[in-house]
Every structure is written in C-alpha cells, then in structure tokens.
C-alpha cells in the first residue's frame, strides 16, 4: 500500500480552500479544505493559504555560462551575435567557479523559485568540447531528487563555421546529452541544407529529440521553418522538435503567421519563448487557437551575454506577461499556464496544449496529474505574478524541497 502526502490547505490556482492527496507522485485528489484526513505514517506539508500552482518549467535555460551569485562583471562583448559569441568563448574558462559549480547554483535558485523541470542547452565547440556538458551534466547529478533536468547539446558556434562540432554533438549524445541542439542554419551557418541534415540525423541516428534556435526573422526565418518541417515528416518526428524564439512568428504578417502555426500544430512542433523585448514576443492568442505546445524560458542568466536573469521563473511570468503587453486577470493566468504545464508538456513530453484551457479548469492540478508543485502568497494568480511574493514551498512528488527560497 503506498503511504500519502497531505497538503493541508491550499487554494488551486487561487480558486476555494482545498486539500490535495498525493500518492505515488501524483495527485490522488483534491477535497475542500479540512476533509482529508493524514495517513498514520504520512507526512503533512502545511500549505498556509497559499495559491497551488503546477510547479514551473524553464524550458530555455543556459546552465553552461551562468554566472549567478559570482561577482558582477562589465559587459564586454562586441556588437552582434558574433560579438557575444566570441566574448563567451573568450571568458567562459576564467570564471571564478568551475562550469559544474555554477550550474549547480543557478539550478539551485531556479528550484528555490517554484521550477522542478529544466531544460538546458550546454554549448559544445571545438574549443571547449565537452567541457561544459559535463558541467551541466554534473549540476543535474547534484539536483537529481529536486528536478527533472534535460540538457541539449547546443552547436553555439555553428556547426559549418565550426567543423569537428558534429562529431562532439554525437559525442555529447553518446555521455548523456538528451537532444541535439541548432542555431540560425541561414543567418549563422549559411548553410541550412547541410545544417539541418546533421541536426536531423544525429536525432535520427541517437533516437532524441531537437530543440533548435531559430532567431531569424521574417521571410528567412520563415524558409528555415519550412526546411525544418520537411524533414519532421520525413523522418515522422512528430511531438520530438521545439523551435526556440522562432522570431518569424514576431515578425511576418498575420496570413503567414496562421499557416505556419497550423503547420506547427500538425506536426506538434512546440515553441519556446523567453520573454524578449521588442518585436519578438510570440503571438500567444494565435498560437492557443492552434493549441501549439509553448514553454518560457529564462535563457542565460547573468552571464557573458547579458547582466539580466535571476533564477526566479515567476519573475521571467511577469515579464512574459508585460512584453506581451497584458492586463486581463485570464491572460496573465494564461502565461503562468505556459511557464507551468505547457513547459512541462514540452520536457516531459506529451500531445495537446495544456496551458490552452480556459482558466476555469484546474490546469495540471487534476487528479492524475504529476504532484510537482509550488504553493505561493497571494490573493489572486495575478496578483502573485504582480508581488511575485517570496512566500513559496516548492513540492517533488510527495516532499518539499524548497522552502521561501531556500533548498531543504
Ligand atoms: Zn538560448
């Protein structure tokens, strides 16, 4: 007989006061508060009032360059992506902390923050190998109770520019490396037939998934998505490829916007956001129409690349929700939906668009469903996303494992 997990007092996404049940992992059911009795040798987590939500997930994490919690440094990249590129690779071994040590904080912060599922691309170069997979391969080891953590074997550098990354990316697959990675195979490899063969054949190759960085806009990014979709139905990849910031969506007219997302949608290619500023936040509305699986993601955090990112996905829900330029309570509801259940259907896999239903529902908090989840102050999901209160107990299956921003 497996024992069961009460969670006294709660309110699912800030709905009546209730009791959650949990056993083996998953939630057993939900009953009004003051209802459900503890088992004998159960463990009770007081759940103080608190809004229950599905904990989050950080579908867009670079664990590899984080510099969270060391000193802070001046920005010293040159202008453009090559610019940032270049200012990584010439820094990233100088850090005051180990790859690995890194890691395993900004994962800790992230955990602290309500997340227990992350997906993190770690660069592979001929410069550094897999120096820094290994890194964020070791942060997971540390991390392993609290969350569930896939890594991407990421070709920052390209793959054509940079010969010698395709053998490391199968390498990378071979020591633990959960898909393979790509980026921009027009805009940086300049040369996307022969790019989009070596991502797909890996994948093919290791039986993984993709999850490709696409920040080429417009007509380009458009041509490059199309290159992608072709070889998903060649190869029958359906539900096994995520476009990261595919800015296309941002920036073709709405007509070409509608027949791609029903492309995405047929062959349930999922997308990941990270919440930019400008003319590249995705069309959330039109996406939800299509029901495309979407994630939020925090990116690099702290690092070579940018001062911004503090571990704290609520935090990267409010900025989703302001670059997205919202106001109404089930919109904003609706974003923390996509940095909750819709990341999780991404990670852990999946069909449908979870963070699509309308907020009546109970969005990842039904009985069945996996028992990760974060309890926070506040009066209203919004209002939370508003205060983004530090008042938080993160729960893995039937335990907590952080508590008002610190790991137990
Ligand atoms: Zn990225």
């Not at 440094?73 to 453009?80: F, I, K, L, Y």
């Not at 029958?236 to 997302?261: C, K, N, Q, Y």
């Not at 999901?381 to 508590?403: H, K, L, N, Q």
């Amino acid at each position: 007989m497996t024992t069961a997990t009460l969670i006294k007092n709660v309110r699912p996404w800030a709905g009546e006061p209730s009791d959650i049940v949990i056993e083996g992992g998953r939630i057993a059911k939900v009953v009004p508060a003051g209802n459900a009795t503890p088992d004998a040798d159960g463990s009770v987590i007081d759940g103080r009032g608190h809004i229950a939500l599905p904990s989050f997930t950080d579908t867009h994490a670079h664990l590899d360059s984080t510099r969270l919690g060391l000193p802070f440094r001046p920005h010293t990249a040159g202008p453009g992506l090559e610019g940032l590129i270049e200012n990584d690779r010439a820094n990233w071994r100088s850090a005051e902390e180990s790859v690995s040590e890194r890691a395993t904080y900004t994962l800790d912060r992230t955990i602290a923050s309500g997340a227990t599922t992350v997906r993190s691309h770690a660069q592979v170069d001929t410069l550094s190998g897999l120096d820094r997979i290994e890194g964020v391969l070791a942060a997971r080891a540390a991390h392993q109770a609290r969350a569930t953590v896939q890594v991407v074997a990421f070709p920052q550098a390209g793959i054509i520019r940079d010969r010698g990354t395709a053998d490391l990316l199968a390498a990378a697959l071979s020591s633990g490396a959960d898909l393979v990675g790509g980026i921009d195979p027009c805009g940086l490899d300049r040369n996307p037939v022969e790019h989009l063969d070596t991502v797909f054949g890996l994948a093919e190759r290791h039986q993984v998934g993709v999850d490709l960085h696409l920040h080429e806009t417009g007509e380009l990014g458009a041509f490059t998505l199309d290159l992608i979709f072709d070889r998903v139905r060649a190869l029958a990849m359906h539900g096994m490829v995520t476009v990261s910031h595919a800015f296309a969506l941002a920036t073709l007219t709405p007509d070409r916007v509608e027949a791609i997302a029903s492309q995405l949608a047929e062959l349930d290619i999922a997308l990941t956001t990270i919440a930019p500023a400008g003319r590249r936040t995705l069309p959330l509305d039109l996406l939800a129409r299509h029901a495309v699986r979407v994630g939020l993601g925090q990116d690099g955090m702290r690092d070579y690349w940018s001062p911004f990112g503090d571990g704290d996905m609520l935090g990267r829900t409010w900025q989703l929700a302001f670059v997205s330029q919202l106001r109404r309570d089930d919109l904003i509801e609706r974003c923390v939906a996509v940095a909750t259940v819709g990341g999780r259907a991404i990670v852990e896999g999946g069909g449908g668009a979870a963070w699509t239903a309308n907020s009546e529902e109970p969005r990842g908090l039904a009985p069945g469903d996996c028992a990760d989840l974060v309890l926070i102050a506040g009066e209203t999901v919004t209002s939370a996303v508003m205060d983004r209160p530090p008042s938080r107990i993160v729960v893995r299956r039937d335990r907590v494992v952080a508590e008002d921003g610190v790991l137990v």
